[in-house]
């Protein structure tokens, strides 16, 4: 009986933690106007970063519902000798020895756990503190319920499979399990291919071509995107130091290559109080720099070269910069260039310009003085330019 509280403990304590979880993956992915949550303190420590990776999901389910599934489950087998004298429940009566499952799936839960924690550290390179707790809740939850006396987690196993292959030989329970994994196959199709409860893997998947991409394959050189007569001018408002702006970079340069009739303008809108006066609170640390060094390549003639080396570096310091450029450009001209005045004067213009056409993020694409703030699929950035009258090549 003690078990079976300590077990209930942990197993409510999981799942009140795994809602919390879902609701920190819910502001992240579908709230904009969200604050940060109370355990994204850091870039390293960042639950809702991490809540907003692809690999917070499992068949377009986020891992925190299935996690809530995991301890709800647990609870239900607590009181399986229970609940097995209701009629409706009846079915129960096939989990013989549920401390067994138990233990079973609390092991195999910490296994996955710790593959997930894997993955978090070293791909993602983030940790979501609530997460990790409940990587040892599940641990918990498998010491707590096994029988180390009496076999361990080897018996658990074993005994929870002779228990399944018991239940499925009875003929009414194998119709019930074959019904209950067609339905679960069926709603996992869906949501895998619906992706409602995964809107960051529809994007990825939409944008795939345009991100985690070290390079932009359709890069120019000079100081031209474009037509030299174009029907239409696109321009881009952007801040090198913004994390979704590279690929938004080279979807324009796509779009540059494969359309006919246009030319890209970029303009700078560094999130950056060392340059933007508009803004209350630092963003982007060093975007001012950087876009400052982009104008003075302008006047070398190389400032897509320029634009390119920032988006793939975003480098924060001057020194940095310079690495990148040497053996590209003159140097000592391009230092006493980004930090003339004239440059100053172009950097405040071109904020003060995005004001005017009230743009206040990037990255921004902007048609006729129509602007479109974030990113947007290719394919509607092709139809947006063809009614602006560029032609498909």
Known sequence: MKKKIYVAILAFIGFLTTIKLA????????????????????DFIDCDGIAKTTESQFFGIPLAYWGMFLYAFIML????????????????????????????????????????L?????????????????????????????????GGFVKSIKQSIVDFIDAIKIKKYLIALIAVLICAGGFLFYTNHSLKFAPQVKRQREFKEFINVKKNKYAVTGNLLGEKN?????????????PI????????????KEMNGIQVIHKNMPLDTDCNVYLQAQMHEGACLDAKYAIAAEKQGKFWEMNDLLFEHKPKTEAEILKLAEGKYNLEQLKTDANSIETYKELSKQIDEAR?????GTPTTMIN???????KKYDEYVKWAEE?????K
Do not use: R, W
């Open 369 to 375: 003085n129509e602007p479109k703030l974030g990113i």
């Open 388 to 392: 602006n009258g560029a032609t498909k």
């Open 245 to 256: 702006c590279f690929s938004h970079n080279i979807m324009i340069h796509k779009l540059a």
């Open 356 to 360: 005017q056409h009230g743009i206040v």
């Open 77 to 116: 087998m607590l009181v399986a000798d229970k609940l097995k004298n209701f009629k409706l429940f009846k079915f129960m009566e096939v989990f013989k020895n549920p401390m067994d499952y138990i233990a079973s799936l609390g092991l195999i839960s910490f296994i996955i756990s710790i593959t997930l």
């Open 118 to 150: 894997i993955i978090s550290l070293f791909e993602i390179n983030k940790l979501c503190v609530l997460c990790a707790f409940t990587y040892i809740l599940n641990l918990c939850i498998a010491c707590v319920a096994v029988d180390f006396k009496d």
């Open 23 to 42: 609701l920190i993956y819910y502001n992240a992915n579908f709230n904009p106007y969200a604050l940060a949550s109370f355990c994204s303190v850091s």
């Open 230 to 242: 174009p029907k239409t001018i696109i321009y881009v408002y952007s801040d090198y130091q913004c």
